[in-house]
């Protein structure tokens, strides 16, 4: 079995988008115009269903941490991702050592998030801080990992690309912290005003036995929205 030969001037070259230059340029405006408005949109929504489940106390802990992560994420790429997109010419080695580099940044920021976590905590006075913290540092390695990614991405100009991964990260994020593949969104849909009457009459459909489920509503306010 013959291996997979990859032209890299396909992936690093940039001479193919001469032609069509304009073209591009005002197709991946638009398209980000409109990611951008997607991730607004599901990052309110995010904020939205959180404030419902969550105690306000929940949303000050986290915010507790900004500073520091904040501080460290001026730190995690160093400007490599913008050598990656403007260097006229590229070769695989180049790459592969930004790569790297990249990783081995966001795991020393990683490692310094995790360290500044009990510190965090006898600041603060609260010791739930030391796994937020924990959990936040494990974006720095994924960060690390996907930056000369991006980068390419972006050197190539896909945008549409671009814009397909960071709405789907989006709308995970709203996924993983709201529960959206249970029934916590669909109480915020009911919430809204989706008849409870409907909903019943949507589970009859299933012809599940009527013994082994039920439905009610009732409002419950566990946050400041």
């Known amino acids: 079995m013959r291996p997979l030969e990859i032209d890299s001037r396909a992936i690093l070259g940039t001479e193919h988008l001469l032609a ?109 801080l030391i796994d937020i913290t924990l959990c936040l540092a494990l974006g720095f390695i994924v960060s690390g990992l996907s930056t000369q990614h991006m980068a390419l991405l972006r050197r190539q100009m896909r945008f549409g690309a671009l814009a397909f991964l960071q709405v789907g990260a989006m709308i995970g994020y709203l996924d993983l912290a709201a529960g959206i593949s249970g029934d916590m969104f669909l109480g915020c849909l009911v919430d809204a005003g989706w008849p409870i009457d409907q909903l019943r009459a949507t589970l009859l459909l299933l012809k599940l036995p009527a013994q082994d489920w039920s439905v009610e509503a009732r409002p419950v306010m566990k946050g400041p929205l």
């Open 20 to 128: 069509d230059l304009k073209g591009r340029s005002v197709r991946g405006g638009a398209v980000t115009v409109v990611a951008q408005i997607v991730k607004m949109v599901a990052q309110f929504a995010t904020i939205a269903v959180l404030a419902r489940l969550l105690e306000p106390s929940a949303f000050g802990l986290v915010a507790m941490t900004a500073a520091a992560v904040s501080f460290l994420e001026l730190f995690k790429d160093l400007g490599l991702s913008a050598a990656t997109i403007q260097r006229p010419t590229l070769t695989h080695a180049q790459v592969s050592t930004m790569f790297w580099l990249n990783t081995a940044l966001g795991a020393l920021a990683a490692a310094l998030t995790a360290a500044l976590a009990p510190l965090l905590a006898w600041f603060y006075g609260e010791n739930a």
